[in-house]
């Protein structure tokens, strides 16, 4: 059986979505714009995709309710 969240059953903080949803926000839209300089190889654009995806699986856990995020 799967683990239970901290935050299940619960709704989570107004505070808790903010950051969440501005985290997934920022990650996509900065992967959006960033897309073309992986395409291209440019010097740091798979440090920049990695944190805009590092970013993004932030605010999907935050969403979830996982502690660690």
Sequence with gaps: MAEKTALQGRKAPLSVLIVAFLYLAVGVVGFAYRFR????WQQGSVWAEGTELVAIVIGVFLLRGQNWA
Excluded at 37 to 40: F, K, N, P, Y
């Design 37 to 40: 300089t992986l395409l291209a």
